[in-house]
């Protein structure tokens, strides 16, 4: 992302109605959405059933090493220096949270 559109992105996120900070209010369809985005576009690194690739196992235990919000914040801005991409341009913050929440307690990968 150029610094261009990154300063316009932090701008628009400052301007945004503070939002409740526990809040996971995404819709069932965004739902489907963020699934499919986090088996398949994760997925082409971290394995399409998370277990591994290029980029490390996303397992339940290892992402419970991790505060909610403060995973959410890694896959916004990725890891830099290293192949983990930010998602900030194709993620809201909600969406990432979800992912976070969805990581830590959904995702059928226990270990
Ligand atoms: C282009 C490849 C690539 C894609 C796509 C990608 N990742 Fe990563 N990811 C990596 C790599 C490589 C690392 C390890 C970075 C390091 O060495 O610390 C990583 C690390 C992580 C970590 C930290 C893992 C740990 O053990 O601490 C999380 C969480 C993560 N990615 C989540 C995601 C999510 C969620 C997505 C999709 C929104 C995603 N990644 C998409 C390559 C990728």
């Known amino acids: 992302m150029s610094l261009l559109s990154r300063a316009i992105l932090l701008c628009t996120l400052w301007l945004l109605p503070a939002q409740p900070l526990m809040a996971l209010d995404i819709d069932t369809a965004r739902e489907k959405e963020l699934e499919t985005l986090l088996y398949q576009d994760c997925g082409s690194c971290h394995g399409m059933t998370l277990k591994g690739g290029l980029g490390p196992a996303l397992t339940r235990e290892r ?21 983990m991409p930010g ?14 929440d969805h990581l830590q307690n959904d995702n059928p990968l226990a270990r």
């Open 63 to 83: 992402m419970n090493t991790y505060p909610r919000d403060g995973l959410a914040r890694l896959i916004l801005q990725g890891i830099s220096g290293t192949a």
């Open 87 to 100: 998602w900030e341009g194709l993620l809201s913050e909600q969406d990432a949270r979800w992912l976070a």
